[in-house]
């Protein structure tokens, strides 16, 4: 995971790796940890009563990802997934919660299970990088 550094407009600049290349300097890595639960968030809610990404604002120029540890229990877990609703599982200490601009998730396997907006993942390497100003919202009255 890479937190970047600023530009002289104040846009961060991150170098991505080409896949299967060594992570560039900057980079964080979790080299061999097993998850339960990898999710990124860039906006508060991924349904409408589930408050998963309580701090995410749309314009903080943030990934904050979610990590559950392959230690943490059954029934941890699910006390921890009761509490979507109110975004209360952020407060749960097996749940933890990194903010950076840019991810590489490399799985151990070929078994891993990866969906993307609820969508299936061909296995393999999933990077991504925040585009600052990269969407526009327009709102106005009905």
């Not at 002289?8 to 290349?21: A, I």
């Not at 029934?75 to 609703?85: G, I, N």
Request: charged share 20%; net charge negative; hydrophobic share 40%.
């Amino acid at each position: 995971m890479m937190m970047g550094d600023n530009d002289d407009d104040g846009n961060v600049v991150v170098e991505m790796p080409q896949v299967g290349k060594p992570l560039p300097n900057g980079w964080v890595s979790f080299d061999e940890e097993e998850f339960l639960v990898f999710w990124v968030c860039n906006t508060s809610h991924a349904a409408y009563n589930m408050y998963t990404c309580p701090m995410a604002r749309m314009n903080d120029g943030l990934f904050h990802v979610l990590i559950v540890r392959s230690s943490c229990s059954r029934l941890r877990l699910l006390q921890m997934l009761l509490k979507l609703d109110s975004g209360g599982h952020i407060d749960c200490d097996l749940c933890e919660v990194i903010d950076c601009v840019a991810y590489q998730l490399e799985p151990l396997s070929n078994v891993s299970y990866n969906v993307l907006d609820g969508e299936l993942l061909e296995d393999g390497i999933v990077q991504a990088r925040f585009i600052l100003g990269g969407a526009q919202l327009f709102c106005g009255e009905k």
